[in-house]
């Protein structure tokens, strides 16, 4: 029995560091990521993006990247330079669909980049999947 108990308790649920402004974006996705069992952090906040990032080493960031503070840009390039939080798999969400943005994306070290209106919660946790295997 205890050894039952010992691999539930061992199964972590992927945490997902959730950086985004629109709060129906926030409340779509919190909804979906529950339903896949993810634990969710969520932040609108560059600064503190990058602290829940060092701190707390999400399995995966989904980066918005037209944001208040510091653009997702900037957070992926000051993700991407530190020794601490380089490896963590980055995801951009974004409205931004022009080629020069997926461009500069990849060129800073993203995981992906999926613009907002071409997918659905499903395909992005099939994208979060993908990248977390």
């Not at 707390?56 to 944001?67: F, H, M, R, T, Y």
């Not at 020794?83 to 995801?91: A, C, D, E, G, R």
């Not at 943005?101 to 499903?122: C, F, I, M, N, W």
């Amino acid at each position: 029995m205890s050894l039952l108990i010992n691999s539930i308790m061992a199964e972590k649920k992927p945490l997902i560091l959730l950086v985004e402004d629109e709060q129906m974006i926030i409340d779509l996705y919190r909804l979906r990521f529950d339903e896949e069992n993810y634990e969710v952090l969520v932040t609108d906040k560059g600064s503190e993006a990058l602290a829940l990032a060092d701190k707390k080493k999400p399995d995966i960031i989904l980066l918005d990247i037209i944001l208040p503070e510091i653009d997702g840009f900037g957070i992926l390039r000051e993700l991407k330079s530190k020794t601490s939080t380089k490896k963590i798999p980055v995801l951009l969400l974004t409205n931004l669909s022009q080629e020069s943005d997926r461009q500069k994306g990849s060129d800073l070290g993203a995981d992906g980049y999926l613009v907002k209106a071409e997918h659905t919660p499903a395909e992005v946790v099939n994208e979060i999947k993908k990248i977390l295997k």
